[in-house]
């Protein structure tokens, strides 16, 4: 059999091309089903502190363990990203279906280069209302900068304990 020789833009730009449709893939069923997408992300520093546990600390090799620390920090990066940028749009999908009065206004500034940029403003019947808004917004951002900063953490720590582990095996 022949082995046929592409050039390595070539195979560069198919990567490309085939990672941007995976991604879109994956944004199109967050989208959809995105209380899965937040289960899951709230839960990876349960399944990086599951990786602590003997019965599976000794089925990984380093590199293993690793990996499996790589993984669950990009996908906790992955998710977070995903709902910084689609955070207006769950505030306003919420917003519309259970806050009395809620409705949203887009103005036109300008930045100091004179382009324009668009600022949304919410509105709602009292102004409680729109504290809980603006702390619900506090408690999002703090969630998606936490959560994979938690996840990196208790990773290093299973990784840590899984190099402990190895050395007082190694010295008995």
Avoid at 27 to 45: E, R
Avoid at 48 to 65: P, T, V, Y
Avoid at 105 to 122: A, C, H, L, Q
Wanted: glycine fraction near 6%.
């Amino acid at each position: 059999m022949k082995r046929i020789n592409l050039p390595t833009w070539l195979i560069i730009l198919i990567l490309f091309i085939g990672i941007i449709r995976l991604l879109g893939f994956i944004v199109s069923i967050f989208q959809s089903y995105p209380l899965i997408f937040f289960i899951v992300w709230i839960l990876l520093p349960l399944f990086a502190l599951l990786g602590k546990h003997h019965m599976i600390l000794f089925r990984f090799s380093q590199k293993g363990i690793t990996l499996f620390r790589v993984i669950l920090i990009t996908t906790a990066i992955l998710i977070a990203f995903l709902f910084i940028a689609h955070s207006e749009y769950f505030r306003n999908n919420y917003g519309k279906s259970n806050i009395e009065g809620y409705h949203v206004t887009y103005d036109t500034d300008y930045d100091s280069f004179g382009r324009p940029i668009t600022v949304s403003k919410v509105h709602t019947k009292s102004i409680s209302t729109k504290a809980l808004i603006y702390l619900f917004g506090l408690i999002y951002a703090v969630l998606c900068f936490g959560v994979p900063i938690l996840t990196w953490k208790v990773s290093t720590i299973t990784l840590e304990a899984w190099e402990s582990q190895i050395m007082s095996n190694k010295q008995n």
